[in-house]
């Protein structure tokens, strides 16, 4: 189970290495809980665009929808943390 666990965070890991800075600041917003619309609004960028970049997310991350990409951000942000180091 370890492994399984080992290899699905080096995926994401790699997978957030090619994001774009856009995709990443997205990213940021979809782990702190924000509506489309309001990741928008605070990158000053249209709905469809957050939209766009939210299904590029899930390509490069494999995953198959937002809670998935969530849940990947969290996996990032706790291997990124110094505290986890």
Known sequence: M???TNSATEAVAMGVAGLTPTQMKVLRGVHSGLLN???AFDLG???ATVKAHMT???RKL????RTQVAIAAQ???AQSSPSSR
Do not use: G
């Not at 494999?62 to 929808?65: A, C, D, Q």
């Open 37 to 39: 619309k309001q990741i």
């Open 75 to 77: 996996s990032f942000a």
């Open 56 to 58: 590029a997310l899930m």
């Open 62 to 65: 494999n995953v198959r929808n």
């Open 2 to 4: 370890l492994s399984s």
């Open 45 to 47: 960028i249209a709905e």
